[in-house]
């Protein structure tokens, strides 16, 4: 499994930001994915998830009525639609297949910063 994701940035409270992975190395249409998240110090949590045929989202507390996931498995990409950001937001940003185990990789993680 290989990853790639952008898209992150430096954001005001109440500002957007739209996150993209480029995925490879496995059959993605076959795959659910899922946006991660981790603050120095605390565990990666899960953000959102999408089952292979894109219809079927879902969301952990943080993110519901906020973030938006899609994909497109034309291009391999999974999108994070992320509206009225929070600084408690601030996180390096990762995706992944859902579930991961152990035995998972991660990229590098894109970074978003929320501050005014």
């Known amino acids: 499994v290989q990853v790639v994701e952008s898209g992150g940035g430096l954001v005001q409270p109440g500002g957007s930001l739209r996150l993209s992975c480029a995925a490879s190395g496995f059959t993605f249409s076959r795959s659910a994915m899922g946006w991660y998240r981790q603050t120095p110090g605390k565990a990666r949590e899960l953000v959102a998830h999408i089952d292979n045929s894109g219809l079927n989202p879902a969301y952990g507390n943080i993110a519901k009525g906020r973030f938006t996931i899609s994909r497109n498995n034309r291009k391999n990409t999974v999108s994070l639609q992320m509206n009225n950001l929070k600084p408690e937001d601030t996180a390096v940003y990762y995706c992944?297949?859902?579930?991961?185990?152990?035995?998972?990789?991660w990229g590098q993680g894109t970074q978003v910063t929320v501050s005014s």
């Open positions: 992944n297949q859902f579930p991961t185990t152990v035995a998972h990789t």
